[in-house]
């Protein structure tokens, strides 16, 4: 029986950039295998889409990618939420008259226009997000969008995009880079858990989660119990139960032990 599910953003909260910490520690891991073998189940939850997903040394029980709007549960997919066409066709088109450095995030795959794009390669390296995983966007199926990344020189330059696509679209800023991921407006990581949720017939009352960023802001509001990073967004603060400690020092294994599932 599943004592409840504990929801892991990954870039921020698993992992820390910044600070060249790329992988989970390895006391964050054996904190989630605990977890697991405590009857919780442990659930990336992140904005990344599948492709470039890295191997963690972390035996996730069920997957909520690309913001929310792709769930996977032992293989299969149990929701899945696509960016009509039409607006991604207008988006294309926008981002190149500006000069801005993109990719598409699909189930199971990711394209782009030119990694070596300057300002995108300076995007994936950040993240850690290799060449392999991206494909040439002429080989993208139009009606498989479910996110998009996108890298930029200055705020301002996505000032026109937002005020266009306001209502249609939401673009969740990256704290410590020029980049964002762009998703339907509606569908977020607060969705696709609800989604997984319901499959498993788990009460949202069980349902915990640990993050960092703007985009987990709707996941906060969703599950009974929240968990910032110590480094966090500000508007985290609205919504989470308690702060933790950072990446660094081991913040989701100090969280597990204050919530007392570990």
């Known amino acids: 029986m599943i ?16 600070k060249g910490i790329y992988r989970p520690s390895q006391i964050t891991k054996n904190a989630i295998k605990t977890l ?20 963690t040394g972390i035996n996730f029980d069920a997957y909520v990618m690309n913001n929310g709007a792709y769930v996977e549960y032992e293989g299969k997919e149990i929701f899945g939420y696509y960016i009509d066409e039409k607006i991604v066709d207008e988006l294309i088109e926008d981002m190149d008259k500006l000069n801005l450095a993109y990719g598409f995030d699909a189930k ?40 998009l990344i996108m890298a930029y020189n200055d705020p301002k330059e996505i000032e026109e995009l937002e005020e266009k696509y306001k209502g249609i679209l939401v673009f969740d ?31 949202m009352e069980n349902t915990y989660a640990f993050g960092d ?10 599950v009974a119990h929240g968990v910032a990073l110590k480094d966090h967004a500000g508007i985290l603060d609205e919504v989470v ?20 599932l570990i």
């Open 3 to 18: 004592k409840g599910i504990v929801f892991f953003d990954y870039d921020g909260t698993l992992t820390d950039e910044n």
């Open 36 to 55: 697991q073998e405590n009857g919780y189940m442990a659930v990336l939850a992140t904005g990344r889409g599948k492709s470039y997903l890295p191997e």
């Open 108 to 147: 199971e795959s990711s394209y782009t226009k030119d990694y070596d794009i300057p300002l995108f390669k300076g995007m994936a390296e950040n993240f850690d997000l290799p060449r392999s995983a991206f494909a040439p966007l002429d080989e993208m199926n139009k009606k498989q969008v479910c996110k």
């Open 173 to 203: 800023k990256h704290r410590k880079f020029y980049s964002c991921d762009i998703s339907r407006f509606g569908v977020h990581k607060g969705i696709g858990i609800k989604k997984l949720a319901e499959e498993l017939n788990v009460d």
């Open 213 to 222: 960023g703007t985009n987990d802001y709707d996941m906060m509001k969703t």
């Open 241 to 260: 139960e308690f702060v933790t400690e950072t990446v660094e020092n081991n913040g989701v294994a100090e969280g597990l032990k204050t919530l007392k």
